[in-house]
């Protein structure tokens, strides 16, 4: 996707276009979870850009999302956007991802009201999931692959029972007609979240894809294990803007989402995995 592009000679021609300060250096090469380039720029040593290199698909994605939610103010503005969609560039915004968060009904709130209640329906596709990593044909079936994928991490952490109850759950989900399509950010976790001084201030790296509203803001409550409790996702979710659901049923949604997070913790930050384990049996005591 990437291979074959001059970083420095995108930074020259960003310079000659005026889209950048023409002393722009590359600091470095970020580490991130896509499959992309992400580059921070500075000006005078300190930084000021980023320049992400993607696939033009992915790159395309990203613009209709940051088009779709302009009036959020928790995504980066975007400097520029390649015609051939190759790179895009953002402002730089200075913080951390992962720490100094605050408690989590603080930044659900601000991520619900400043993004979540900007999601718009979207009818351009038909599809469920992630668009480019073979979307599924309902939401039942996105939301399965996602469970049977986390099984593979979760081995014999966890009884083969509790992955049963996770599947009984599944099949309560509508195959799709009772949800309406949504463009979501598609990766809304702490690991996406800017912080600085214990607030959120952006979420960046977005994976595009289409599904309700729900899945983001339960990603979002799921994707770090402090404050995992019923208290924090009632009051956070009364104030997301969704159809009704009832309470039996959100908990169920918090565990499908939470058994797969335990997969994703156990395979890439298993330092969290007490704690999770210890929200795990929280939450399935709140089932039959």
């Known amino acids: 996707m990437t291979l074959g592009i001059d970083v420095n000679e995108i930074i020259k021609d960003l310079r000659e ?26 000006v005078s040593d300190s930084p000021k850009y980023v320049l992400k290199l993607d696939s033009s698909e992915n790159i395309f994605l990203v613009e209709q999302l940051h088009q779709a939610y302009l009036n959020s103010t928790l995504l980066p503005k975007l400097l520029y ?35 979540l209640n900007h999601y718009e329906i979207y009818q351009q596709t038909d599809k469920w ?5 073979d979307p599924c044909e309902t939401w039942h079936n996105f939301i399965d692959r996602g469970v049977e994928y986390a099984r593979i991490n979760v081995g014999s952490c966890l009884p ?12 309560n989900i509508s195959t799709g007609e009772g949800y309406e399509r949504f463009l979501l950010h598609g990766d809304c976790g702490v690991h996406n979240f800017v912080f600085e001084q214990n607030a959120i201030t952006r979420v ?17 409550f799921c994707s770090s294990p402090d404050d995992l409790n019923l208290e924090t996702l009632i009051s956070t979710f009364t ?15 918090v565990i499908i989402q939470l058994y797969c997070r335990i997969g ?25």
Do not use: Q
């Open 17 to 42: 276009k005026s889209v950048i300060d023409g002393t722009t250096k590359v600091l470095n090469k970020m580490n991130g979870t896509t499959e992309g380039l992400v580059y921070t720029l500075t």
């Open 81 to 115: 956007i390649d015609p051939a969609k190759t790179f895009i560039v953002y402002v730089y915004t200075a913080g951390t991802t992962h720490f100094n968060r605050g408690t989590k009904i603080d930044w659900l709130t601000v991520l619900i009201k400043d993004l």
């Open 129 to 133: 999931g992630y668009w480019l990593e």
């Open 160 to 171: 083969v029972e509790d992955y049963y109850k996770v599947k009984s759950f599944v099949r």
């Open 204 to 220: 960046i790296d977005p994976s595009p894809m289409v599904g309700p509203v729900i899945y983001d803001f339960i990603y979002a």
């Open 239 to 253: 104030l997301l803007n969704h159809k009704p659901i009832g309470r039996a049923r959100l908990i169920e949604e």
């Open 264 to 288: 994703i913790c156990l395979k890439h930050h298993p330092y969290d995995s007490a704690e999770y384990l210890k929200a795990w049996s929280y939450w399935k005591a709140l089932v039959p």
